[in-house]
């Protein structure tokens, strides 16, 4: 249990465009979603905590009307890079957090396998 | 303020060696859990282990064993007998109190296990 994808795995597209990152929760409901961003070699920065039916919390630093984050339902959350640029280029990571008393460890955060984002 | 300490960066071993990894965190809260996760070259992180604050029993799993230590705020992990396929970059976590409902982690800055054959 407590799965969680991510689509697109990889993505390349030129400077200027929108991208749309997915995450899902598959067999578990999560009102709490988060993303991350990961450069190489380092650890994971928490850029934002998505709530089911509410605006997004944002780290600081990290501009709200770049990164677009829609959690519309208990299962999915999505987050859109607007006007891409190189600097966005990295490997974006969603973890979902597991609540209620189905799963083994309530109050976990499990991960999507990531998104590699390489913009021209 | 939360903070996750991982002093190694780097460890290599060969294979059926054992290795522990070092995580010290920082913390004023009474409740709180610890995490590890493991990121093989893939990207995935994987859910190891979640251990309370208040629980202070180890906790082995197969060849997987961790060490809490709430005296020293350490909560160490040690493969046993470890194979090529344990390569990975290891992240321990703190979160935040239990009864926050947010749960954010505080992630260390990782360790990266070679195991070589």
């Known amino acids: 249990g407590a799965v969680v994808s991510q689509h697109p795995s990889r993505v390349i597209c030129k400077s200027g465009t929108s991208v749309k990152i997915e995450c899902r929760s598959l067999?578990?409901?999560?009102?709490?979603m988060f993303w991350y961003r990961q450069f190489p070699k380092q650890s994971l920065m928490l850029m934002a905590t998505?709530?089911?039916?509410?605006?997004?919390?944002?780290e600081q630093g990290v501009e709200k009307d770049k990164f677009l984050i829609n959690h519309a339902s208990l299962t999915l959350s999505t987050l859109t890079v607007t006007s891409a640029h190189p600097e966005d280029s990295s490997f974006y990571i969603c973890s979902a957090r597991t609540s209620g008393a189905l799963t083994s460890f309530t109050d976990t955060q499990y991960f999507g396998p990531g998104t590699r984002l390489t913009v021209l | 303020a939360q903070k996750v300490t991982q002093a190694q960066t780097e460890i290599s071993v060969v294979e059926k060696e054992d290795v522990t990894l070092d995580c010290v965190y920082e913390?004023?809260?009474?409740?709180?859990?610890l995490f590890w996760y493991k990121q093989p070259p893939s990207g995935e992180l994987v859910f190891l282990i979640r251990?309370?604050?208040?629980?202070?029993q180890n906790e082995i799993s197969g060849r997987y064993s961790w060490n809490f230590q709430k005296s020293t705020s350490s909560f160490n992990f040690t493969i046993t007998a470890s194979q090529v396929v344990d390569s990975a970059v290891y992240f321990c976590a703190l979160s935040d109190p239990i009864n926050n409902a947010g749960n954010m982690l505080t992630f260390g800055g990782g360790t990266r296990l070679m195991v070589k054959p």
């Open positions: 913390t004023r809260d009474t409740t709180y859990y």
């Open positions: 998505s709530n089911e039916g509410s605006k997004a919390t944002y």
């Open positions: 067999d578990f409901q999560a009102t709490t």
């Open positions: 251990r309370n604050s208040f629980d202070e």
